[in-house]
Structures are given as structure tokens and as C-alpha cells.
């Protein structure tokens, strides 16, 4: 028996793999109408849709056999990922040199013909294989061939779906916080704006108080007032800086924000 080579992809190829969480996952019925229509239209007893991870191959869908992964090292869908534009096809198991000594062919589940091809990502990524699986010698016609071509495309869209279905979840997810995050800055935001605009309604009032202050404490109140609206500005500044943005960041550490908008106070 001949193992499976590694694919020169496999780093990234397993990187996406992970990224749809669908290992060790139960069935799901658009997949076993699609495993049951590929054996139906191929003529044979056994169809799956096998996703090769990094040490075993798990079935998303099994029809005639019940069986949920084996390891990566006996997977014949193992073989057909290093032909991603390709129908990977051993008519008869029994007399190839790669697997007439394999243990799936000398002994139970008897496989002597194996047809698959692979599940493309739009990344590249070759994630599995849709196969069909006899147990006597067999061939595929070129209608056959083309009907197992058009069910792993749809078997691919159903994946590259779940996928953007994740990440959607995963961005709704991060604009909730995103929101939560806005909406306790604004409170921030008034409630610091309010201070400085207190201190010069304040202070204004006290220099046009009817009985006005010596040209000592004019001069200081005047430097207050100044240094609240500079206060005022450096606040207002930022938030429109931040909100003029192109590239907004995807936390928002209010913080570090509050800590850009502070100015160094001077001595009165």
C-alpha cells in the first residue's frame, strides 16, 4: 500500500479546514441528498463526503456504509486532494500497486472501486473529496463523470457558505461589542464635555460678577476659562478625527483615547 502524499498547500488548506468548524459535526441533509443522488446516478452502493484533516479523514456524509472517519493514511479521498482539477479514479483497487495490498481491499468494507474528486475551495484549497465507491470493478461514463463533477461543485458551495456564514457571525459578534464600546464613549464624551463648559459658564460669570475681581484674579480666572476651552477643543478634535477615520479600529480602548486627547496643564 502506498500512502497519500501531503499536498504543498497543506499548511493553508488546513488552516481554512479548521476555519469552518464543520469537523466531527453531525449530518446534515443537504449533504446526504447528495451523497444518495451520487450513488444513485454513478450505479453504486457506497458515496461520501470525506474532509481530510491532519491525521484522519471525517465523513460530513456516509450512504451504504456507516462509518464516521478513518485515518488520513488508509483515506483513498486522501489520494484525490493532490488532484484538485481532476476525477481521481482506481477502477479496480485489487490489481492497482497503490492498494491491492490495502486493508479496505483485502478486508471488510471490500472496496475495489473508488471514483472521487475533489471539494475546491475558492481559496485553492482542496478540503475533502465527494467519492463513490463499488465493491467490484467498475468504470465511469462520461455522463456519470460530469453528474459527479456537478454534485461536488454544489457540495463546494455549500461549504464556501457555511464559511461566509461564520464569519458573518463572527463580524455581527465583534459589532455588538463595537457598539457597546461607542455607546459608554459617548456617555464619556458628554459627561467630560459638560465639565469644561461648567468651568467657563462659571468663571465667565464670576468676571462679570457686578462686583468684578482684582486684575490679579482676572488674569487667573482668564487663564482657567482658556484652559477649559482648550480642553473643550482637544475633545471634540479627537471624536471628529476618530469618526473622519478610514481605517477605524476594530477595539476601541477608551483609555488610550482619552489619554491622546489630554493636554499638559500649565502652571497658573
Not at 17 to 32: A, C, G, K, R
Not at 63 to 89: M, Q, S, V, W
Not at 204 to 216: F, I
Not at 230 to 249: F, R
Request: glycine letters at 4%; aromatic letters at 8%.
Amino acid at each position: 500500500m502506498i500512502c497519500p502524499s501531503i499536498p504543498s498547500n497543506e499548511n493553508s488548506r488546513l488552516r481554512e479546514l479548521l476555519s469552518l468548524e464543520i469537523l466531527n459535526t453531525n449530518p446534515e441533509d443537504e449533504y446526504d441528498k447528495i451523497t444518495e443522488l451520487a450513488s444513485h446516478i454513478c450505479g453504486v452502493p457506497i458515496s461520501l463526503i470525506s474532509l481530510i484533516g491532519k491525521d484522519r479523514q471525517f465523513f460530513k456524509s456516509t450512504y451504504g456504509i456507516n462509518a464516521k472517519e478513518t485515518p488520513r493514511d488508509l483515506a483513498f479521498c486522501a489520494h484525490t486532494i493532490n488532484y484538485p482539477t481532476e476525477i481521481f479514479e482506481v477502477p479496480n483497487a485489487s490489481i492497482d500497486y497503490r492498494f491491492h495490498d490495502h486493508p479496505m481491499v483485502t478486508g471488510k468494507p471490500n472496496f475495489i472501486f473508488y471514483a472521487g474528486i475533489p471539494l475546491v475551495s475558492l481559496q485553492g484549497h482542496a478540503l475533502g473529496s465527494l467519492c463513490v465507491i463499488d465493491h467490484k470493478p467498475n468504470k465511469l461514463d462520461e455522463f456519470q463523470k460530469k453528474a459527479l463533477k456537478t454534485l461536488s461543485f454544489q457540495v463546494s458551495k455549500s461549504l464556501e457558505l457555511r464559511k461566509n456564514k461564520l464569519e458573518l457571525e463572527i463580524r455581527k459578534e465583534k459589532l455588538k461589542e463595537r457598539k457597546f464600546t461607542l455607546t459608554e464613549l459617548a456617555h464619556l464624551i458628554s459627561h467630560d464635555l459638560k465639565s469644561p463648559i461648567n468651568n467657563i459658564i462659571g468663571l465667565s460669570e464670576v468676571l462679570y460678577d457686578s462686583d468684578p475681581p482684582s486684575p490679579e484674579l482676572s488674569r487667573k480666572l482668564s487663564k482657567l476659562i482658556s484652559l477649559s476651552a482648550y480642553k473643550l477643543k482637544d475633545l471634540i478634535d479627537a471624536v471628529l478625527t476618530y469618526a473622519a477615520s478610514e481605517n477605524l479600529p476594530e477595539e476601541i480602548h477608551i483609555g488610550t483615547f482619552y489619554q491622546n486627547t489630554k493636554r499638559p496643564q500649565s502652571k497658573l
